[in-house]
Each structure stands twice: as structure tokens, then as C-alpha cells.
């Protein structure tokens, strides 16, 4: 079963060329036909694969307030005041932000605002990517995951390190341009402590976001990340089981 087609693709380069309210309303069939109803299948398809990648994390096909991030931007702190996203944003979330209200544009907790890591995909003509980790925690997080790898370089090399991660996964984000204040700066793992986000990401190709077999072809792909998930889910003392 295909999830995603030509179509999909399609209307995400036509709404990135006429990205205007009056546009988007005339060809909302063409929205929720080609874009909408094809990632929430896909959701629904990864409720139980995402925990074969790690128990503690859930898909949850909900239209609003689920893994499908919303389509509109916000644009209220932004000089690009287009209202549309050309993208699709999907994000499997740890268990525990269930007891929040959780926000589509960070896929962060919003009341409270707990921070977890995720899993996501990221769906653009030509500039798919897949990726995990935690991107612009709160200072008190971002403190506590860097102190954890002080405490444990090993298991931090380990696994940023392995074949199979290195293999398909590229650490990115943005970082400090001087070490992060109260750390050794001749640590020898300064460059990651000035780490401001702590992700990875692999491109998808247009042939790979169309796939029959997306749902089994993204748990495998997931799989070499889910030990950079789980080693930050132990830095912020985050359940590492089944909820």
C-alpha cells in the first residue's frame, strides 16, 4: 500500500509556489486527499512498529495534537509571514508527554513544557530527511544532558560511534561557538558539549517517501537511532521501558 504518491509531492511544490490562503482553500480537497489522510495512515501504520524501534515512544494518528505536526505556520515572531509549511513534519513522541499538551511545531511539551527526545520524519520534494534526538531543550535539560556526558563519554562515543549509526545517521543542530559555561573547555568531548541540540538526521530520497513498504522501511532505518534516543531519555532520567 502506498502512503505517500506523485501526488503528495505535487502539492507540496505547488503550495511552496502559491503559498496563500485563497490558494490553499481551493485546493483543500487536494490537501486532505494527497497529504493529510496519506501521513495519518502512515501514523496509524507506526503505532506499533515505532515500539518495535523503542517501547517507550507512541504514534498517535490524532488530526490535531498528535504526531502530524500542523500544516499553518506560525508566523507571529516571523519576518515570512506565508501561512502554509511546505513539508510534511511527523513526530513519535516518548510516552510520558502524554500527561501534556503538546505542541506540532516544537514536538516539545507545551504546558510544562517536559522535555523528551523524538523520532521524526520530514517530508519535502527533494529534501526528506528522517532523524531523532532532542532539538533547543530548555537550559535546565540541555545542562543535564551535558552533564550526563561528562559523567559517561564512553557510552556517548559508543553510541554516536557505531557502524551502524555512522552508517546512516549525521550529528547536526546548531552549538556554542565558546564552551558552555561551568565545563572543562579541554574536555575531550568539548565539540559535543557545546552542542545547543542534540540530533541526527539521514536524507530520504522521493523514491524512498513513496515506498509500498514505508512503514517496515522506516523501522528499520530507525533502529540505528533509537540507542541515541534511549542514551538521552537515561541523561534525563526519562522511562526507557514500555508505558
Known sequence: MHHFTPKTLRFLKDLAANNRRDWFEAHRGAYEQDVREPALRLITAMEARIREVHPAFMASPKKVGGSLFRIHRDTRFSGD???????????FFHAATRATARTADTGNAARGRLD????YLHIAPGASFMGGGIWHPQAPALRQIREYLVDNPASWRAVTQGPAFARHYTLGGEAL???????DAQHALINDLKRKDFIASAAVADEDVMRPDLPAW?????????PLVDWLCDALTLPTDGA
Request: charged share 20%; proline share 16%.
Open 116 to 119: 523528551a527526545p523524538v523520532f
Open 81 to 91: 509571514k506565508t501561512p502554509y509549511k511546505t513539508h510534511i513534519g511527523i513526530t
Open 218 to 226: 522506516l523501522t528499520r532505518r530507525y533502529q540505528p537511532l533509537a
Open 177 to 183: 561557538v565558546r564552551p558552555p559555561k561551568g565545563f
